[in-house]
């Protein structure tokens, strides 16, 4: 399936967009909503694949669950049912098969879990024998998944003697680590992250009535279609400005590319600008979702980039680094990698396709992030359905560029 051959001719653009709510936070409200016992539900929850996949398995019955592609599903959920008494097998599509979980499962065993692989070593599926938790101290990468660091905080007041997580080296992504933070201390749970070592006490979670954002994440696109376009106005409902969501930058970062914020009690305006920078420079090591859209919106304005702190990308839904560099040198542009954990354009082109035909990988965020490319450029956008993973209604969304 193909979203059909895109071009947006539009001189300007004038927008309102309902946003949908952030699936990061879904995520965790469903997770501690849980462990809480509460009796409420979640207002305003993530209508998108990964959220309704964790919701479904927190709500059933069954001992099995597939969560398809939903990784962050697959990390909170085995977390959460290593403190739950059962017997758990939980799995997922071939590529969530090949998304290593190893350093997860290492630091949920030494803390008194029984979690077993059932095909290969490190990777789903698994096998879990839900228990108490003995707790205590481990020591964990800075450089990890912060899904992983969040997965252990979430259920770390259960166990028995609490939780110390001491981070090592360079820590990537603070900001979901404070906003599961900012989420715990909602719901009545301390947690102390000082000197790279986050501290929770065995303590109780309350109940709360609990309303989620709207999702930053899914703004980058109406920042990458505002800029690409270079006139009109944009409104995105439900935005917050003091926002927990590290992707809130968005705002920030944009101004280099021609958007202006302004921020409203209904949620956020976007104004053109016309200015941009001439290179663009940025360390993606707290934001990593944002590079997929940066990198985008650079090469089809013409401006060079160096991104650094890339390197959670190659373990995401695909290898993000490598998807980019191939999808971006359909359209004529040469990327290249000057460390592991860096991205770069300099300005290099090479032979564009003809017919433009972006490859998705199962991954949302390529689909969301191309998309806007139609606006300098014709192309077809394969498996444009990923989009449900966090964002179902993009598309519908998006073909209001269309009309008059």
Not at 42 to 60: F, G, P, Q, R
Request: charged share 20%.
């Amino acid at each position: 399936m193909t979203s059909g051959i895109l071009h947006i001719q539009k001189p300007k653009i004038q927008l309102e967009i309902n946003l949908p709510a952030s699936k990061s936070i879904s995520n965790r409200a469903l997770i501690l909503n849980a462990l809480s016992y509460s009796p409420f539900d979640i207002e305003n929850l993530a209508d998108c694949d990964d959220t309704n996949v964790l919701l479904k398995a927190l709500d059933s019955n069954n001992t099995t669950f597939d969560i398809g592609a939903a990784g962050t599903s697959m990390r909170f959920l085995t977390a959460f049912l290593a403190k739950t008494a059962g017997e758990w097998i939980i799995t997922g599509s071939e590529r969530m098969k090949n998304r290593p979980i190893k350093i997860l499962v290492d630091a949920l065993n030494s803390l008194g879990a029984r979690i077993e692989y059932t095909e290969k070593e490190g990777f789903p599926p698994l096998k879990i024998l839900g228990c108490a938790l003995m707790g205590g101290e481990i020591s964990l990468n800075g450089g990890v998944s912060s899904q992983y660091i969040s997965a252990l905080m979430m259920i770390a007041p259960y166990m028995i003697n609490g939780l110390k997580i001491k981070l090592e080296g360079n820590i990537i992504s603070v900001p979901y680590i404070r906003m599961t933070m900012q989420m715990m201390a909602e719901y009545g749970v301390k947690v102390t992250f000082e000197n790279n070592i986050i501290d929770i006490r065995p303590q109780s979670y309350s109940p709360v009535r609990y309303k989620v954002e709207s999702d930053w994440s899914g703004a980058s696109y109406w920042y990458e279609i505002l800029s690409l376009a270079g006139k009109g106005e944009i409104f995105l409902k439900g935005l917050k400005a003091n926002s927990t969501q590290g992707d809130s930058k968005v705002a920030e970062l944009f101004q280099q590319l021609g958007v202006n914020t302004s921020y409203e009690a209904e949620g956020v305006r976007l104004s053109s600008s016309g200015q941009y920078c001439t290179k663009f420079e940025y360390d993606f090591v707290n934001e990593p979702d944002l590079a997929q859209t940066f990198a985008v919106t650079c090469c089809m304005l013409g401006i060079p980039f160096h991104f650094k702190g890339v390197q959670s990308l190659k373990i995401k839904e695909t290898d993000r680094v490598a998807a980019l560099t191939t999808e971006l040198g359909k359209l004529g542009f040469k990327l290249h990698e000057p460390v592991d954990s860096e991205l770069a354009w300099s300005g290099e082109k090479c032979a564009a396709d003809s017919d433009i035909s972006i490859a998705t990988y199962e991954d949302h965020r390529m689909a969301m992030s191309f998309a806007p490319a139609a606006l300098k450029t014709a192309l077809s956008i394969e498996h444009p359905e990923v989009v449900s993973k966090s964002y179902p209604t993009f598309w519908d969304d998006f073909k209001k560029l269309l009309q008059k």
